[in-house]
């Protein structure tokens, strides 16, 4: 019986580099769908439904980081978003919004597969995690956690998080109380590849935060320790904790 193969969707409006990296993913093994706008990517992927999306920034109809905002409204699918050289504001507000990685042209093949492959590589291994999951529910304050339905709940209200979101927290939870290093927190979340790469986790830490902080700007659960990294509180608001 032949595997499923892992659908991908590719949007660029060039068309040159479209081809050369839809070719590429296809010679790796991937089935691939191809745009050359924005719209027509939101269309496709709410159509094919892909397991990773590959979204260039600058696209007529609808940029990217539009699409991508649009796109996690309803789904979770692993997003690599692709920048030009320099503009670094683009790479931040696509992980803002929710993005999983980044590409920055020009980038060789090699370096577009190692992302893909890392990107799947975690969206699997989360799948993993979820099905042995052994500690079942954690409590810390108002927040609950289901490690087994990747659930998170604080008081009566449900948290919508993204993988990488979900990912962050489920691992500064069951480490409450320890300060986990920004490597420590980046190796196990995105991969030993990832190791320095200290502005992406304080975006989706940031971003996290906005989510499950009663006031982002002064947190209570996910506390910065300053040049080490962060601690998950167990006595969320205990006066005299470092919370920024």
């Known amino acids: 019986m032949t595997s499923k193969k892992t659908r991908i969707l590719t949007a660029d409006d060039d068309p040159q580099l479209l081809r050369l990296v839809s070719r590429n993913l296809e010679f790796d093994g991937y ?3 191809t745009a050359r706008d924005g719209q027509e990517a ?8 892909p397991d990773l999306i590959l979204l260039d920034v600058m696209m007529p109809r609808m940029d990217g980081l539009t699409v991508c905002q649009h796109v996690r409204e309803f789904s979770a699918v692993p997003i690599i978003i692709i920048t030009a050289r ?17 590409l920055t042209k020009p980038f060789s093949i090699e370096e577009l597969l190692a992302r893909v492959r ?21 409590q810390i304050g108002e927040m609950s956690i289901d490690y087994a339905q990747r659930k998170v709940m604080m008081g009566e209200k449900e948290i919508i998080l993204t993988p990488t979101e979900y990912r962050i927290l489920a691992y500064l939870t069951q480490n409450a109380g320890r300060v986990i290093t920004q490597d420590l927190l980046l190796e196990h979340v995105w991969g030993n ?4 790469e200290s502005h992406m986790l304080q975006v989706n830490v940031n971003r996290l935060r906005r989510k499950v902080e009663p006031d982002p700007s002064h947190p209570n659960y996910i506390l ?3 040049g080490i990294g962060y601690q998950f509180a167990l006595n969320p608001g205990k006066v005299g904790q470092t919370t920024n």
Do not use: P
Request: glycine content about 8%; proline content about 0%; hydrophobic content about 35%.
């Open 193 to 196: 590849e990832y190791i320095g």
């Open 86 to 102: 320099g503009q670094d504001n683009d790479k931040v507000k696509g992980l803002d919004l929710g993005a999983d990685d980044y």
């Open 224 to 226: 910065t320790k300053i």
């Open 31 to 33: 089935e691939v769908i």
């Open 118 to 138: 890392a990107v799947l590589r975690r969206t699997q291994f989360m799948s993993q995690e979820q099905t042995h999951a052994v500690r079942t529910v954690t």
């Open 42 to 49: 939101l269309e496709l992927i709410g159509a094919h439904h």
